[in-house]
């Protein structure tokens, strides 16, 4: 499973939740691959995504949240995500 920080640099908002979805993100889905996106820099792909808002966060190439999910959030969906595929 690939997940994707979409954030600006100097985003207060964006530096703030990411340890923390990342943490979530690593001890929920083994071997989960976190990737963070700097907008500025991959803007055309963010676009060809959906992402309107920073900061988001896609899962395998599919925009799930155009805004930060609490950490208890994350970890429902990256769950049900796992479930169906055990």
Do not use: I
Not at 15 to 43: F, H, I, P
Not at 57 to 64: K, M, R
């Amino acid at each position: 499973m690939k997940l994707e920080l979409f954030h600006a640099p100097g985003c207060a908002q964006c530096s703030a939740a990411q340890s923390a979805l990342r943490e979530v993100a690593l001890q929920t889905v083994e071997g989960v691959e976190w990737r963070e996106v700097n907008v500025l820099d991959e803007l055309d792909y963010a676009v060809t995504l959906g992402v309107l808002t920073l900061p988001a966060l896609a899962l395998d190439g599919e925009l799930v949240f155009a805004a930060l999910p609490t950490p208890q959030r994350l970890r429902e969906v990256l769950l049900g995500r796992t479930a169906g595929t055990s």
